[in-house]
């Protein structure tokens, strides 16, 4: 985590002028110089412009063959790495002096003159420290902000705080922001009460909240130095988001607390002048300055906290620090260096990541970046972590300084961490707990895991009957895990770590008993055993848990059936339209009148169709000489088509089912989402119904809006509020038209629905 962190620097200003007062690592390695501008072709016909020009000369090719020869050999040291890659630490360089900006460089003449152990305390970064801190401590109305400097490749940031005008350190009070809308917004300001007066902790005099007296310390700056990474490492505005965070979560954090304990107690003011006189103390003695590093953390907390801050930070851990006796816990998101790597280096990252893109507003701001969560839904469960005896929250909420007033809240989050399980749902543990889900479990959670306490993970089987499959990467090396599997689980019952992740590893093959009990366990009596046993490897993020979900096909037979049913019934109306019309022209030839004088009122009107009906006034008008007899047979042979085109017209228009579309075919298709389908796609959902048991089919009506292969079984339980015994029993009725997909989400979700239905109709080609 942090990987471009160089330092952490604590830098003062007084009357004497700046001074870095501590800073950690004791040795710092020097950057090294890279490119600002493309880097020119190697070849020594292809030099540009820029590099012509500063190194023109009289004779060109002597200039060529002078220089291209440095530029060959120092091409690959010239160009950007990462800070974890292998640098070598023995080879120096110098950078040439600037005496306008007052830059002093270490290898000229006087500073080759003073003593290396002098260096080790005056040289920093390839600068002494004095003109370092002064860059580092900027003019009273730049503080009270974020701070952000960067030079050549090194990036300082922090909030720098400063003495009041009057010599006094004293509370800022409340800004708001310019341009604020509403009523009275003009007058909010004069309006509100003092924020100093807000900040007092004893009585209402606005010099209580300072100290006591006018200090020498008049500003001070916890720093951040960094390596700039390369911004062609990563997406476009990543490396400004990267800073970002860190400024947010460390540097912002710890000057809060700093600044408010000087206010209160002149604490940093007090904690520099013991810094001050212990280095003074070792530069007299002539001790290397990592020894006085060392002793400083003795007398020192600022010291102490800086070093625990600097480690956590480098190893990715919490970062435990204390502060005049004030605890803190501070961190930064797990996966924040990803944001300067190309995404092609964690391309296997996605594993179980795109579930959280619809539902990360429920882990809030702070955990919704750089944490790559699971989503927060009920269906989840948690894992309780292991933690340090000392930061055991079991001792902490038990302890004498919780308040009468908090203890039935420090009593709740005791029986919360007690009914925690990973074989409970955090629905189970809501309705357990008698807890409102969103307004009491969900903070619960969101705080165990921003502070590193628990983890969410999928819901595992009481009988350990859960399909499990090795992770792609492991954060130990594997001989390490091995090694404390072995120290943790000596049963001779248990097989080594090596054997039971192949074990594992096979069982995703097989179709049939390929759960963790079936492959591992093989014996109720080692299930608690083995249940240790996979909460151990899910701790340290070794399995991965594969889910059910599940896909509607429409076979060729299914397809065959609904047209064929479709035919018969277009056939029946219309057949049952040809006999009512027979009826009519029957009852029109023995009707009431002279049809010989009267013909056209004997013609059957109302047998006819309208399509039909405006055909004979036609033919009948314009074939004087025919018989009216000899018009309406033929009118009437014809009006039998019309019949089937009517028809089929009104069905079509009616339910708008899409017969003759593309999507009527005789091919194997896959219905993409159930929830939303077609006509036609309900059609064919109704005749899989067919001949089954009425409280199956309902069943089956209610549940296949989830078969749509992005839901997990337990959400499909959750959801439909069934059990899992039903859920078994309509896949078993339904297994023609089902395809069970024991896989993780992104991988069906990375596929898109073409793809997919192309594999699905080769999987039923050839089982078929």
């Given amino acids: 985590m942090a990987e471009t962190l160089l330092a952490i620097l604590l830098v003062t200003s007084s009357a004497k002028g700046p001074n870095v007062v501590y800073r950690w690592p004791p040795s710092v390695e020097s950057t090294k110089p890279r490119l600002s501008r493309p880097r020119p072709p190697v070849d020594g016909l292809e030099l540009d412009n820029p590099w012509r020009a500063s190194h023109y000369s009289d004779n060109s090719n002597g200039v060529t063959e002078t220089h291209m020869g440095g530029v060959v050999d120092d091409i690959d040291d010239y160009a950007w790495r990462r800070p974890t890659e292998s640098r070598d630490r023995s080879m120096s360089f110098s950078r040439s002096a600037l005496p306008a900006s007052g830059r002093d460089s270490p290898c000229n003449e006087e500073r080759r003159e003073i003593d290396s152990v002098a260096n080790e305390y005056q040289i920093l970064f390839d600068y002494t420290a004095q003109f370092l801190a002064g860059m580092l401590c900027p ?15 090194l990036v300082f940031a922090g909030h720098p705080v400063c003495v009041e005008p009057d010599g006094m350190w004293r509370f800022k009070p409340e800004r708001y922001k310019p341009g604020s809308r509403g009523r009275g917004s003009r007058h909010r300001e004069s309006s509100l009460p003092d924020k100093d007066s807000s900040e007092v902790p004893l009585g209402g005099d606005t010099h209580s909240t300072a100290t006591a007296k006018s ?7 916890l720093v951040l130095v960094f390596d700039l990474p390369d911004p062609s490492s990563s997406a476009s505005g990543n490396v400004a988001r990267y800073f970002d965070t860190i400024y947010e979560q460390i540097a912002f954090t710890v000057t809060a607390v700093l600044f408010q304990e000087q206010v209160l107690s002149n604490f940093v003011e007090l904690e520099c002048d013991a810094i001050g006189s212990l280095e003074t103390e070792y530069m007299v003695k002539g001790e290397r300055f990592s020894v006085f590093a060392s002793h400083a953390q003795r007398v020192s907390s600022i010291a102490t906290a800086m070093k625990n801050l600097y480690d956590a930070i480098k190893s990715s851990n919490m970062a435990h620090i204390t502060l005049n006796d004030l605890p803190l816990e501070l961190q930064l998101p797990p996966y924040l260096d990803h944001l300067l790597h190309s995404e092609e280096e964690f391309e296997l990252e996605f594993v179980g990541r795109l579930e959280n893109q619809t539902d990360s507003q429920l882990w809030g701001r702070e955990l919704s970046f750089g944490w790559r969560l699971p989503a927060l839904v009920p269906w989840k469960s948690l894992l309780l972590l292991d933690t340090d005896q000392e930061l055991d929250p079991y001792v902490n909420l038990r302890g004498s300084h919780v308040h009468a007033d908090e203890r039935s809240l420090a009593e709740g989050l005791i029986k919360f961490l007690e009914t925690a399980s990973v074989t409970l749902s955090m629905a189970d543990m ?136 479709q035919e018969r019934k277009l056939e029946r109306r219309a057949s049952h339209h040809l006999r009512g019309r027979r009826r009519s022209s029957h009852r029109a030839d023995h009707g009431v009148g002279d049809a010989h004088e ?171």
């Fill in 139 to 153: 003019q009273r109305h730049l503080c009270h902000q974020k701070f952000e400097l960067v030079i050549d490749n």
């Fill in 215 to 221: 200090s020498w310390l008049h500003m001070f700056h």
């Fill in 430 to 565: 809501a309705s357990l707990l008698d807890w409102d889900l969103h307004s009491q479990v969900y903070p619960t959670v969101r705080w165990l895991v921003h502070h590193r306490r628990a983890k969410i993970v999928d819901t595992v089987h009481n009988g350990l009957k859960t399909i499990f499959s090795i992770a792609p990467k492991f954060d130990k090396p594997l001989a390490t895990l091995a090694a404390e599997f072995k120290r943790d689980f000596p049963q001779p019952s248990i097989s080594p770590l090596p054997t039971l992740m192949a074990t594992i590893s096979n069982s995703t093959s097989k179709q049939a008993d390929n759960h963790f009990f079936a492959t591992v366990v093989q014996s109720k009596d080692l299930i608690s055993l083995y249940h240790e046993v996979v909460l151990w490897m899910l701790k340290r993020d070794l399995l991965i848990t594969l889910h059910l979900h599940v896909r509607v096909v429409t076979t060729t037979e299914l397809k065959v059936h609904v047209r064929q049913a």
């Fill in 598 to 768: 009267h013909p056209r009122v004997a013609m059957p009107w109302l047998s006819l169709s309208p399509k039909a009906a405006r055909r004979y006034s036609r033919l009948s008008m314009d074939s004087g000489q025919s018989k009216p007899s000899d018009v309406l047979g033929s009118i009437l042979l014809e009006d039998a088509e019309d019949v089937f085109e009517e028809i089929s017209e009104e069905d079509s228009g009616d339910e708008n089912v899409g017969w003759g579309s593309s999507e009527d075919t005789l091919e194997p298709s896959m219905i993409s989402d159930p929830g939303t389908a077609s006509p036609l796609e309900r059609k064919w959902l109704a005749a899989m119904s067919e001949g089954k048991d009425e409280y199956i089919a309902r069943r089956f009506a209610l549940i296949n809006q989830y078969f749509d292969g992005k839901r997990t079984d337990d959400e499909i339980l959750y959801t439909a509020e069934i059990s899992r015994k039903q859920l078994r029993e309509v896949l078993h009725h339904y297994e023609e038209y089902v395809r069970h997909i024991p896989c993780r989400l992104p991988h069906i979700d990375v596929l898109d629905s073409y793809k997919l239905s192309c594999i699905l109709r080769d999987h039923i080609t050839c089982t078929s």
